[in-house]
T-cell receptor
């Protein structure tokens, strides 16, 4: 069975600072990996996805994530935080032909 | 608007009442998913349809829950004899059959008093 662990339920960064949100996964088969963002009282929006092509994946709003098989990680980064990035971020894993499993989420606070 | 829509956005009900939620997916999408999200948790899979066929149900989906997608378009999720533990955000998502990307609706927040 697959699972996702997001380290840190809350992360605070200063505006303009690097954003790093951590995600580790376990999967018995090669997975597809996703990062979603959720703003208050809204559904989830896909930021980026890894589907076994390039290991460094670029997404919307300057977010990117790197798939590291040896570390079973898929951390999300952004070089410079913006106030509008404040939201909850979910990492998700989907082994081939199986259903998606989401992590418990990380709330990002951006301090002006 | 061509996104996924859900109705109602909020529902407050008393314990023991039945509730029904509706999801309208993106029109070209064959697959439709239902998830439940409680406070501090990520979405948990409940069930999914491919066209009108319900292909998988989670063990989270007790006998009090039923979902339909009668014509392969919109879907309904009904909860009978609601319990306080059913209070959650119910999310709907849709996708193409072969696509990995699911598009989510805004959710229906259920509060059971």
């Amino acid at each position: 069975a697959q699972s996702v662990t997001q380290l840190g339920s809350h992360v605070s960064v200063s505006e303009g600072a690097l954003v790093l949100l951590r995600c580790n996964y376990s999967s018995s088969v090669p997975p597809y990996l996703f990062w979603y963002v959720q703003y208050p009282n809204q559904g989830l929006q896909l930021l980026l996805k890894y589907t076994s092509a390039a290991t460094l994946v670029k997404g919307i709003n300057d977010f990117e994530a790197e798939f590291k098989k040896s570390e079973t990680s898929f951390h999300l980064t952004k070089p410079s935080a913006h106030m509008s990035d404040a939201a909850e971020y979910f990492c998700a894993v989907r082994p081939f032909y199986q259903k998606v499993t989401f992590g418990t989420g990380t709330k990002l606070q951006v301090i002006p | 608007d061509t996104g996924v829509s859900q109705d109602p956005r909020h529902k407050i009900t008393k314990r023991g009442q039945n509730v029904t939620f509706r999801c309208d997916p993106i029109s070209e999408h064959n697959r439709l998913y239902w998830y439940r999200q409680t406070l501090g948790q990520g979405p948990e899979f409940l069930t999914y349809f491919q066209n009108e066929a319900q292909l998988e149900k989670s063990r989270l989906l007790s006998d009090r829950f039923s979902a339909e997608r009668p014509k392969g378009s919109f879907s309904t999720l009904e909860i009978q004899r609601t319990e306080q533990g059913d209070s959650a955000m119910y999310l709907c998502a849709s996708s193409f059959v072969a696509s990995d990307e699911q598009f989510f609706g805004p959710g229906t927040r259920l509060t059971v008093l």
